[in-house]
Structure formats: C-alpha cells, structure tokens
C-alpha cells in the first residue's frame, strides 16, 4: 500500500505511532451529529453485563451508526468554475425543473442534478461551488421515497442558494427520505463558504438536488455514481467563456 508522503523535515514516526497514523488515514472520522448515535449503543454495549446477546447487539447497531455518519477527507478538483457534487451517491435525474417555488426565483426551468443517496453512502453534504450564501430557507413537507421524482416538490426539504464571485447563482437542496426524518444545515445567510466545505447532512436515506443557471452544460449522467466534494457535475457558464 502507497504511504502518504511525509513532509520535508517532518520527523519519521515508527512502531505503534506509524501504525496509528495510518489507521487514521484508512478510517474515517465520525461527524459530530453521530456520537449520540454511537455513544447510546455503545453504553448498552458496556452495561449488558452477562448478557452477551446484548452486548454484540449494542457493539454492531454502534458500529452501523460509525459506518453512516462517517466523514471522510475530500480533495475538490482545481478547475476554473467546477461545480463539485454535493454528496455521494447515484444519479437519479439529470434534466431541466423550476427550483423549489418557496424561494421565489420563478418557474423558469434550470438544468438539474438529483443525487439519491442509500442508506449505505456517506450522509454529510458538501458545497459544491465556493460563494456567498444568500439564503436557506426550511420547508416541510412529506417523507416519501427519495428516489421518486415528485419527492422534489413534495418532500421535506432545505433549499440553500449561493452567490458565485463570478455572478453565477447555484440552489442545492437537501430533501428528506422515506426514512430520513432529520435534516441539518449548518449554513446561515451571509455565510461564505469554499467549495468542498461540509455544510450539513440528512439522517438514513435522503435526496439532494443540485440547481444550475440556465445554459450550464451538465457533465453526468443518470446511474452514475458521484463523490460528493470530487465529482464534477457541470462547469459554470461565466467560466467557459
């Protein structure tokens, strides 16, 4: 396995330092909003006493939230008006739909990316463009399965549009699940935020719609599996040309 190279005048750590460190690099770390979920099955793990039913049961349900709410490092690509996916998972839809008319940008319909995640990719989203947040706007709704089309108009969602430097407007949106009951923005209004920034995430199985200025070409394609943070999924208009 290739080591990650180590920096000019960094000392060389050895033995149980260098195995630790590269345990670090293999597993992810847990997002904050999962240590209830890891802690609570854990504790049972712990009080089972001689019930060893018990304690493999609180041991694998912890392991299972560690593995969902994991976090993982990404690396956004370095290229002039890239709009990065903002999670993992497959392409459900790759075609033109107004945005969410609570937040009052018209019906005209826009070029769009809608990414279905499972249960079992990562959870956290990510901005895809580095910009200034204009607004996030809240909407409750239904938890129909996020893999329908109409689960964009109907759904629970939370709607985020970022202003681009180059003047360029992007809408992502977080939809809740059949299963996904808890979405988590942490962006405010005003917040300026730098492409491949974690921003939030929604709790087992959700939806998130990506939102492009009219005449964006999109980069993707239906059944395509995307990494949120890495994958391209169109370039901005004012960049190209």
């Not at 002039?80 to 019906?107: C, F, N």
């Amino acid at each position: 396995m290739a080591r990650r190279p180590t920096p000019p005048g960094t000392p060389e750590r050895t033995g149980l330092a260098h195995v630790a460190d590269l345990v670090r690099t293999a597993i992810p770390p847990l997002h904050p909003a999962g240590l209830p979920f890891v802690a609570a099955p854990l504790a049972v793990a712990l009080l089972a006493g001689k019930r060893p039913w018990l304690r493999r049961s609180g041991l694998a349900a912890a392991a299972a939230c560690a593995t969902f709410f994991r976090h993982p490092h990404r690396v956004p690509p370095n290229r002039a008006g890239a709009v990065v996916s903002p999670a993992d998972g497959e392409v459900a839809l790759v075609d033109t739909a107004a945005p969410p008319a609570e937040l009052g940008l018209g019906d005209q319909p826009l070029p769009r990316v809608s990414i279905f995640l499972s249960v079992l990719d990562v959870h956290v989203q990510r901005t895809p463009v580095s910009g200034t947040v204009r607004s996030v706007l809240h909407q409750p709704g239904q938890f129909r399965s996020a893999d329908l089309p109409e689960a964009s108009a109907v759904n629970e969602r939370n709607s985020m549009i970022i202003d681009t430097q180059g003047g360029d407007q992007i809408v992502v949106v977080q939809i809740a699940g059949l299963l996904a009951r808890r979405i988590v923005c942490d962006a405010r209004a005003g917040d300026v935020l730098t492409i491949g920034d974690t921003y939030g995430l929604i709790r087992f199985g959700s939806r998130v719609d990506t939102y492009f200025p009219a005449g964006t070409e999109l980069l993707v394609q239906v059944g395509q599996r995307t990494i949120g943070a890495e994958t391209v999924l169109a370039v901005l208009p004012s960049a190209a040309s």
